[in-house]
């Protein structure tokens, strides 16, 4: 079975600062993997993808993500945080071929001045 | 423009009586998913449908019902027998074929009063 951890529930940092977002990630088969933000009261906008070829991959806001298979990880990270990121962010995994995306518990980052 | 509709925002139900949400996609997308988010408990699958007439169960599908008719919409019906059902429900739909990247509704916020 597939399964997502993501370390941390709340991470702060202040603005200009470095966001590094945890996930590690569990699967039987090679994954397909994705960050998703969402904003209070709204749905879930995907930041980025890994699906195949180059591990680090660059998503929308300035976010990235590296797929590193040794450590079964994807933490998302950006050089400098600004105030509008502050939301919740959720790591998800699908099995490769399949269609089920399965979520992990998610990270609130708060920006501080 | 293409996207998802969920409708409505917000819902308030008596204890006792069956509701049902909306999700509406223009997106020409074969499968659709519905899920449930909790605070700090991330996204949990209740059904999903990889085409129409046909759906499955997924995590949590205990006292939620679903159709799918029509290509374009997904309906998701709260019975009684959810024993717990205030919660954020948030629609998706994604191609039929992998990556298995996911596109959300704005979500509606169900209450049981």
């Known amino acids: 079975a597939q399964s997502v951890t993501q370390l941390g529930s709340h991470v702060s940092v202040s603005e200009g600062a470095l966001v590094l977002l945890r996930c590690n990630y569990s699967?039987?088969?090679?994954?397909?993997l994705f960050w998703y933000v969402q904003y209070p009261n709204q749905g879930l906008q995907l930041l980025l993808k890994?699906?195949?070829?180059?591990?680090l991959v660059k998503g929308i806001n300035g976010f990235e993500a590296e797929f590193k298979k040794s450590e079964t990880s994807f933490h998302l990270t950006k050089p400098s945080a600004h105030m509008s990121d502050a939301a919740e962010y959720f790591c998800?995994?699908?099995?490769?071929?399949?269609?089920?995306?399965?979520f992990g518990t998610g990270t609130r980052l708060l920006v501080s001045p | 423009d293409g996207g998802i509709t969920q409708s409505p925002k917000y819902l308030f139900r008596k204890e006792g009586q069956n509701v049902t949400l909306s999700c509406e996609q223009n997106l020409n997308h074969d499968a659709m998913y519905w899920y449930r988010q909790d605070p700090g408990q991330g996204l949990r699958l209740i059904y999903y449908s990889q085409i129409v007439n046909d759906f499955q169960k997924g995590d949590i599908a205990e006292g939620y019902s679903v159709s799918r008719e029509k290509k374009e919409s997904f309906p998701l019906t709260v019975t009684s027998a959810q024993k717990n059902p205030t919660a954020f429900y948030l629609c998706a739909s994604s191609i039929s074929g992998p990556p298995t990247e996911a596109f959300f509704g704005q979500g509606t916020r169900l209450t049981v009063v």
């Open positions: 998800a995994v699908s099995p490769t071929g399949f269609q089920k995306l399965v």
């Open positions: 890994y699906t195949t070829g180059a591990t």
């Open positions: 699967s039987s088969v090679p994954p397909y």
